[in-house]
DNA sequence: TTCTGATATGACAGCGCTAACATAATTCAA
DNA sequence: TTGAATTATGTTAGCGCTGTCATATCAGAA
């Protein structure tokens, strides 16, 4: 005789063997026919539908992810979710995953490498079939763990380094730099940042470099910046502008690292009674709708965060080996002209 | 001897056994380590401590929740990431549940209820310790999985309704009366509402609806309404005031389902030299940050999003155990005066 | 009639881990 | 010294499902 030692009461009651019998079938029957796989007589099958149907089975995949080794997960990490740039990535990998079952698992590091260790080492405890982490800026063990892992990894954002596998996004160094000339060759020469620190925002940091590197090889420099130790916002780019410009009452043009920051420097700008791009120009970071609705739109660099989310999950089902030389693929960017420079 | 079938390659090679053998120990010893359960010996723990970083052992999760039944995941279901609100709550969540080592599962259901049956079903294969679901309208079978699942359930933003476990919200019927109270008060007579489609988002029609009952009550009515088949966005505000403000160029106040929407209104009146608020008075609803940055900042009502996250999780983990009667939590709301109305 | 090849279903083992119940080793009071 | 209490580890049996390899049934061909 199998004596069974009951376990207490689990969440699920209904499993598989209950449908099975109701049904008269056998457990890998009703398996199949929920998975639509082999082929299932159709008088089976109903009997099955309507055995499930009537205890409410509801499967349980970490049964069946533990039996059949996927996962339907894709584990997804993001630095942010106060900065609306990454919901929006977020928003892109749920399009690409609808329709395939795939459930993202999402964690957020707050720009904290060591926090995003912690993450990707519980995310991939639950054995996913992918993950897509922000950025290419690992500690080690992260960097290990992902490669170790044999999964599609696709890094977003930037695309200058080289990446593990798959990574998707723009040239930071570059929109930074285009930025610089295209202001240069709109007759701005008296230049401004207001920006963050450089810490949180790597590619922010990046960008600003790109800019310099413009301005430098014009034979013109930086006139001075001002950066804020806090998260990004439309009220912090207000207050920068304000501490700016009034040590560099000549600048002719101010650079932000987003457009949050940049539209807050034209609300100073409106307050303080400096015409816009008159006595002062304003240039952001990203194409964001706040941005576009200003009564002058705001000059900025669009960035195509959905496309990056999106584009990511399809080059992952692309296939689910990871194939020897890392992909790039870079979702450009566009300067947007606007009104404010 | 016992025929091992080998399965194809899995993805993680390294289980609990080769940690155990290389550390000299059993399984369940490792187990007991890794989970830092029951007594163990100082020098045994770090022997296998030491195995776990040889091989880089990854635990499987899946595996670990199918045998003790408990899964460390909570379900989430987001109507939308396109409005900044729920990314908000996100946050709010991933806070509450920082250092618990719990993760998110996400679904976005579109603002529709039979994406939210599909993602209901679909999470709640996955067994999570608990269930976070944006608002109380659910079809019947979505409602029956949620009672039935036995897990802890909460519905967030509105307080409104009975809830099957949790509510955490406010009430946006008071809310919306009270912005009419609060408008009345201030001697605004003539309003006009520029808004979405009702369908969409539930709780704006509610909070609409308690604005006319107050207008109402005070023997007044509205004047005219604009509502957009479209998502919300600051353009779309823009867009619907010009058609309001042409059909009603009489209008003192203008009401908004969100601030989004409102903001639209006011860059509207700064382009078309509409002063604000001695020509038109404008009310939003959420009290975002670019609200708030406005060079006169936007008379709104503050919803508290973020503790919307928060506190739900607190509840949840309060006991995991649901109780007999269903707990309310009031987020509450506050009247922000700014200097648009 | 026998055989072939589909079609339909089932038996069984095992995925990697943990709960529950041993058992062994150690300590300490009586 | 002995037994009880305490600490440390091991054995066993699953969790609920799916892969693999039978087995059974039934056309239609030879």
Chains 1, 2 share one sequence.
Not at 148 to 169: C, F, K, N, T, Y
Not at 291 to 319: H, Y
Request: charged share 20%; hydrophobic share 45%; with cysteine.
């Amino acid at each position: 005789m199998k004596a069974r030692v009951r376990l207490p009461d689990r969440k699920s009651r209904v499993t598989l063997t209950e449908v099975a019998e109701l049904a008269g079938v056998s457990e890998i029957t009703v398996s199949r026919v929920l998975r639509s796989k082999g082929p299932i007589a159709e008088a089976t099958r109903d009997r099955v539908m309507e055995a499930v149907r009537a205890v409410g089975y509801v499967p349980n995949k970490i049964a069946g992810s533990l039996a059949s080794a996927d996962s339907n997960l894709f584990g997804v990490v993001l630095p942010s979710l106060s900065n609306i740039v990454f919901p929006e990535v977020l928003q892109g990998i749920h399009a690409g995953l609808a329709r395939t079952g795939i459930q993202p698992v999402v964690g957020v590091t707050d720009y904290n490498l060591e926090t995003e260790e912690a993450l990707v080492r519980s995310l991939l405890a639950w054995k996913p079939a992918a993950m897509i982490i922000t950025g290419s800026e690992h500690t080690a063990a992260t960097r290990k763990m992902l490669v170790e892992s044999g999964i599609r990894i696709a890094e977003l954002m930037d695309i200058d380094p080289v990446p593990i596998d798959i990574a998707v996004g723009l040239s930071h160094r570059q929109a930074g730099y285009d930025t610089g000339k295209h202001l240069i060759a709109r007759g701005y020469r008296r230049f401004g940042y207001a920006g963050l620190d450089p810490r949180s925002d790597i590619r922010a940091r990046i960008r600003f470099e790109g800019l310099v590197a413009a301005l430098s090889d014009a034979g013109l420099s930086l006139q001075d910046k001002v950066l804020a130790d806090v998260p990004s916002s439309t009220l912090v780019g207000s207050a920068t502008t304000a501490r700016l410009l009034a040590e560099n009452p000549n600048l002719d043009v101010v650079v932000y690292p987003n457009d949050d920051m940049a539209v807050g420097g034209v609300f100073h700008c409106m307050g303080a009674g400096i015409s816009v791009p008159e006595n002062l120009a304003i240039f952001g970071f990203n194409g964001l709708d706040i941005g576009r609705a200003l009564p002058k739109p705001l000059s900025t660099v669009r960035s195509n965060r959905f496309r990056i989310g999106q584009t990511a999950v399809e080059q992952i089902l692309e296939t689910s080996i990871r194939p020897d030389r890392p992909t790039v693929v870079n979702t450009g960017y566009e300067i947007f002209e606007g009104a404010t420079a």
